[in-house]
């Protein structure tokens, strides 16, 4: 069973459209969290939700809209992308946003053109 | 400002030899720090957990060490076999609660 899981895997869009990455855990963990690795293999948080509540909102534009309909489901949605947003975006999460370790999700690949 | 640093330089290493990456931090005072490892393609997975007051961790070939007072860690990986190579990251989590990635060090294992 896949303990955290994103898609989709791959997504190639114009400039300008809207586009939703999905991710689920079925780990039981009460945080989840959107990382974006760019070029440079650089892990930056930017966002994290506890218990479907935002607590981390790093300085990410406002065109990135994350949701947590429930604990276990993270999904962010991304409007008007734009060339700069091409990157692997990665899901996780931990058992509470304190001490223990993170699972990640496989990546999604977005490349915008 | 809150700073953590890896060697940006990829590692080379002969089979069989240990592996010793660092992670020095600055501005952060860890009650703990995280190693993870990452294959191309894939998100990473995380490897060891040491604490303050841990000196060392061990599990199998990899050992971890923590020095608050150099603010570094030290991860080993001990009769390192060409399936080691990957990209290693170090991770601190702040008081606010994130979880921030070191740049991460590439270690290529040759046979």
């Known amino acids: 069973d896949t303990a955290v899981s994103q898609t989709p895997k791959y997504l190639v869009t114009q400039m300008g459209n809207d586009k939703s990455i999905k991710c689920e855990q079925n780990?039981?963990?009460?945080?989840m969290y959107w990382y974006k690795q760019d070029s440079k293999k650089f892990l930056k948080i930017m966002f994290s939700y506890n218990n479907k509540e935002l607590i981390i909102n790093e300085t990410v534009p406002n065109r990135f809209s994350p949701k947590s309909p429930d604990k276990a489901h993270l999904n962010l949605h991304i409007n008007s992308l734009e060339l700069g947003d091409s990157a692997v975006y990665f899901c996780?999460?931990?058992?509470?946003?304190?001490?223990?370790?993170?699972?990640f999700g496989q990546g999604t690949r977005l490349t915008v053109v | 400002s809150q700073k953590i640093e890896q060697n940006s330089e990829a590692l080379n290493i002969q089979e069989g030899k240990t592996a010793t990456l660092t992670c020095n931090y600055t501005?952060?005072?860890?009650?703990?720090l995280q190693w993870y490892r990452q294959d191309p393609g894939r998100g990473p997975v995380f490897l060891l957990l040491?604490?303050?007051?841990?000196k060392e961790k061990r599990k199998e070939r990899l050992k971890v060490t923590f020095d608050t007072t150099l603010k570094q860690s030290l991860f080993h990986i001990t009769a390192s076999q060409p399936a080691d190579s990957a990209t290693y990251l170090c991770a601190l989590r702040n008081q606010g609660g994130k979880l921030i990635f070191g740049q991460g060090t590439e270690l290529s294992v040759k046979p």
């Open positions: 040491i604490r303050e007051n841990e």
């Open positions: 501005n952060y005072s860890p009650a703990y």
């Open positions: 780990l039981g963990h009460d945080t």
């Open positions: 996780a999460s931990s058992q509470d946003q304190v001490g223990t370790e993170a699972f």
